[in-house]
């Protein structure tokens, strides 16, 4: 099957070139135990069967800088698409999304909101210094990965998704979700959400571990989100090296637990949908 993995990260070992810098000042702890470079991600993939890849920059170790994915994107323009961090609340914000993406720059960007070293907590994403941010998102037609937690800040979406309907909001981890209680109740309160067309999802591991835990009632929840979002809406990302198994084992836990879904489906989710969302991906394959 061809696969795209919408969701890794990529640490160098040169730290002079491509210094730390963590939001919050805090680094992550897979950054620091069990990081890959942009060479083993490539070797990873070749050995899990994976063509490409979106390397998304890790904010908690480079911030703001995405000097590295920018690099290694333009070294593999056929393997990987990068994906930044821009401030959003900043005054020039709109400016800097326009400046910092675009051929040969950044294909989308990500606003990392919640977590331990993340210094502020809350819903600024949506906060109305960030409008012209969004605005400027819509214009492009950049996609935006949103790192946020399903629950009180939802209606904050809600309302970022109505002002902005234009927008691509690509929803990391489709928001953490529980699974776990009921698959059925997770399934129908992400599956309101479909309304949205903007709105795209991203299932990793996070989820997937949840959704193979829960045997046939996976299908509860999996049921619902696919016919509210659509196959085409969705995208796959293993998560590489925050999540703790190896590639090839995050990609078996994927098709393991979505094995029942028709083939069509399968194929949006593990490629088709992400070189819709990065259009580079999609050139380069051709």
């Known amino acids: 099957m061809d696969i795209v993995d919408a969701h890794c990260h990529i640490i160098s070992e040169d730290t002079a070139r491509y210094p730390q810098a ?3 000042g805090k680094q992550s702890a897979w950054a620091a135990t069990r990081p890959v470079t942009a060479e083993g991600m490539i070797a990873r993939m070749d050995q899990t069967g994976i063509s490409q890849a979106v390397l998304v ?3 908690t170790h480079y911030g703001y800088d995405n000097s590295y994915v920018l690099d290694t994107t333009r070294d593999h323009p056929d ?4 994906v930044g961090t821009v401030d959003p609340l900043r005054d020039d914000a709109a400016t800097l999304l326009k400046t910092a ?3 040969g720059r950044l294909a989308g960007v990500r606003l990392f909101t919640s977590g331990s070293t993340v210094p502020t907590q809350g819903e600024w994403f949506a906060a109305p210094e960030t409008f012209p941010f969004w605005e400027q998102a819509g214009e492009l037609r950049i996609p935006v990965c949103l790192q946020m937690r399903l629950g009180p800040a939802t209606h904050h979406l809600v309302e970022l998704l109505e002002r902005f309907p234009h927008v691509t909001v690509l929803l990391d981890h489709i928001g953490y979700p529980d ?3 009921s698959p059925a109740t997770a399934g129908q309160d992400v599956a309101a959400l479909g309304v949205h067309p903007g709105l795209h999802l ?3 591991h996070r989820n997937l ?5 829960a045997g046939d009632q996976a299908t509860d929840f999996l049921t619902p989100v696919i016919k509210a979002f659509g196959a085409d809406r969705i995208a796959w990302g293993s998560n590489l090296p925050a999540a703790e198994q190896s590639l090839p084992q995050l990609r078996t836990l994927a098709e393991e637990t979505l094995a029942e879904l028709p083939e069509r489906n399968r194929e949006q989710i593990f ?3 992400a070189r819709r969302l990065y259009p580079a991906l999609a050139a380069s394959a051709a």
């Open 271 to 273: 490629a088709g949908t």
């Open 79 to 82: 393997r990987f698409a990068a």
């Open 179 to 181: 699974i776990t209680t």
């Open 22 to 24: 963590p939001i919050g």
């Open 209 to 213: 571990e949840q959704l193979h835990d």
């Open 202 to 204: 991203k299932l990793t």
């Open 101 to 103: 993406t675009g051929q």
């Open 57 to 59: 920059q890790a904010t």
